[in-house]
C-alpha cells in the first residue's frame, strides 16, 4: 500500500524516556534543540512527581543518540521578580540562535497563570534570565532566529474566550519590549486544527519562505488530539501567510504517542534543518517521550503552497 507520510520516523524511537535520566522524573517531552558547536543540544521538559515541571540538557553527536546531563538545566527560578512567576514550572523550551547568543522561550506557570520568559545563553552550560516578553494567558512562544527590517520577530499564542488559541506576531527592538501585535492564524471549525494551533520549532528558513511546524488539536468524544502541521510566512514579511497545509504531517500512532501522560499526542518545540534538504523534528509523545523523525524541507513547502486552508 502506498504511504502517504511527509515524516519518517527514526526506527529506534522513542529517543529519551524517564529511564534515561540521571535524577527523578516521570516524564521527558516538548524539547527545543538546536545545534551548538558541531553538536545537537536538547532541552527538554520532564514533570516531577509534584506535578511541576522543569527543563533537563542533553547532547548528542548525531542527532538520535543522546546523553543526559547529571543536572537539570532550569528550574524555577530563585531570582526576584522572576521567581513570582515560575513557582509552578518551566516549560516546553524552544531555542533561537541569533549570532552567538542562544535564545530560550520557556512557559512559566505560577498561580498569576502562565507567561513567556525569556533566557540567554552562550555555553549551555549557564543560562540568564532576560525579561518576561507577555503577560499571561500566553503560550507557544518562538523568536525567529535572524533580525528582519531591524527588528526581533515572534510567534505567541494567547487565549481568548472570543479567538481562541491563534497565533500572533510582535516585534521588538531589543527583545523586551515588543508590539505592532496583530493575529495572523486562526484555527478554523472543520479542519483538523480547529480547536487550538500553536507555533513549535522557531521558524525555518526556505527559499520560499519561513517554515513553521506548528500544532493543531482537535477536539473528539475521546479527548483532544495533538497533530503537527506546517505553515509558510514570507520571508520579508512573516505576518504573511503564503500558505498552510490543510493536512497534518504528523499524528500520534506509535503506543507510546498513543497512550501515556496524556494520551494522543505528538508536540514539537524543535527542529533542526539539515544541509541535504532534510529536517530533523523532535517531538514529545503523548507528554512523556522524545521522538525524533526526518522529513524533506522541500515536501513540506509545498505541502503549505499546494493544499492551503485560509489563515482564518
Ligand atoms: C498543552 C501544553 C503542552 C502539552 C499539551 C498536551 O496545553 O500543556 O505542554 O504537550 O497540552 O498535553
Known amino acids: 500500500m502506498k504511504k502517504y507520510s511527509y515524516v519518517t520516523r527514526y526506527e529506534k524511537n522513542p529517543i529519551l524516556t524517564k529511564e534515561d535520566i540521571p535524577y527523578q522524573v516521570e516524564t521527558v517531552h516538548n524539547a527545543g534543540v538546536t545545534k551548538y558547536n558541531g553538536k545537537y543540544i536538547m532541552i527538554f521538559r520532564s514533570h516531577l512527581r509534584t506535578g511541576r515541571s522543569i527543563i533537563g540538557l542533553a547532547e548528542s553527536k548525531n542527532g538520535f543518540d543522546f546523553d543526559v546531563s547529571e543536572d537539570p538545566f532550569m ?34 506557570y505560577s498561580k498569576f497563570g502562565v507567561r513567556i520568559g525569556l533566557a540567554k545563553t552562550q555555553d549551555f552550560q549557564s543560562v540568564e534570565r532576560i525579561a518576561f516578553i507577555t503577560q499571561s494567558d500566553y503560550r ?73 511546524i506548528y500544532h493543531g488539536v482537535f477536539p473528539t468524544m475521546d479527548g483532544s488530539i495533538y497533530r503537527l502541521g506546517v ?4 520571508l520579508k514579511d512573516p505576518s504573511k501567510l503564503l500558505g498552510i497545509s490543510d493536512e497534518w504531517i504528523l499524528q500520534p500512532e506509535d503506543p507510546w504517542e ?20 532534510e529536517v530533523k523534528i523532535y517531538w514529545g509523545g503523548a507528554d512523556t517521550v522524545m521522538c525524533v523523525g526526518t522529513a524533506k524541507i522541500d515536501a513540506l513547502v509545498n505541502l503549505c ?8
Open 75 to 108: 528550574i524555577p527560578s530563585q531570582q526576584p521578580f522572576f521567581k513570582d512567576y515560575e513557582e509552578y514550572g518551566v516549560e516546553d523550551p524552544r531555542i533561537s540562535q541569533i549570532g552567538d547568543e542562544y535564545y530560550i522561550t520557556y512557559s512559566a
Open 140 to 212: 507557544n512562544t518562538v523568536i525567529f532566529p535572524e533580525i528582519i527590517n531591524n527588528e526581533y520577530i515572534k510567534l505567541d499564542r494567547p487565549h481568548s474566550d472570543i479567538s481562541p488559541w491563534s497565533i500572533w506576531i510582535s516585534y521588538s527592538p531589543d527583545l523586551i519590549h515588543w508590539g505592532k501585535s496583530k493575529v495572523i492564524m486562526k484555527p478554523v471549525i472543520y479542519h483538523w486544527d480547529e480547536m487550538k494551533i500553536g507555533a513549535g520549532a522557531p521558524p525555518i528558513k526556505t527559499k520560499k519562505g519561513w517554515l513553521n
Open 231 to 234: 505553515a509558510l510566512h514570507d
Open 258 to 277: 498513543v497512550t501515556g501522560y496524556v494520551h494522543n499526542v505528538v508536540f514539537s518545540c524543535g527542529a533542526v534543518p539539515e544541509p541535504n534538504g
Open 305 to 312: 503552497l499546494s493544499k492551503s486552508r485560509d489563515p482564518y
